[in-house]
């Protein structure tokens, strides 16, 4: 053989060596950088925190079916989780709790949304500083039963006044149902009507002096359903006018030369 193509043979046989070499260093390379980042992503530390395994509206007690441990990535983890760490038998435990939040399938159930459910429901579901006060109803008076858990209604106040003629007066608006009778939540398909007897409402405590005080004069209460776009509008207005003295204060009548002036029992006779 040829001298020259015994060079050839010898430089094609070193490139396909090189060109070999060259290959497997380069898939080396990509091997440990796959798997040096599959080892990141399976080195990322998660715990199993307690979850809502439905829809859960207010006033539903929560069971072994409502409840399930979801993993959660530890960093995520926030003040207010219930994780399995720290409370293993946590299902268990607030089985028969009362929600006072609404809470969405997948949701952390955080604690600030139930509430112990020993014999305390109603209280459970009053924000601080509101006050629950019942008044009775029918279909003629509650919207035709159509009145459910949670809607905005006003209350309409119907009275006699002089000569046999009746006034009627808005004595409270936009205030909250808490319960339809005992039904402190709303029907499943969240369109049933609830034709009940008594009506429990969310009130201040000066609104529940004005109700009370129109509960003896009226003739007739009714309770006007709103809407639920009106579910942000103001909701703490009374007709205060209705106490005595304007306030709630007792008031006193003072007679000076035969005429009567009526005033609050903080201004002093003369």
Partial sequence: MKPARIIILAVAIVAAGMAGLLAMRLSGSRSVVMEQAESVVKKEPTVNVLVSAANLPVGSRLDEKSMRWMAWPEGSVIEGFITENARPQAMTELTGVVVRLPMFEGEPVRREKIADSLGRVMSSLLPSGKRAVASEISVATGAGGFILPNDRVDVIMVRRGSEDSYLTETVLSNVR??????????????????????????????????????????????????????????????????????????????????????????????
């Fill in 177 to 270: 149902v808490l319960a339809i009778d005992q039904q402190i939540e709303e029907t499943p398909d969240g369109g049933k009507s609830v034709v009940g007897t008594t009506a429990t409402l969310e009130l201040t405590p000066d609104q529940a002096k004005v109700f009370t005080v129109a509960q003896q004069m009226a003739e007739r209460l009714s309770l006007a359903l709103r809407s639920v776009a009106d579910a942000q509008e103001e909701d703490t207005s009374a007709a205060d006018y209705l106490l005595s003295g304007g306030s709630g204060r007792p008031s006193i009548q003072v007679i000076k030369s035969g005429e009567v002036v009526k005033s609050t029992a903080d201004v002093k006779s003369e």
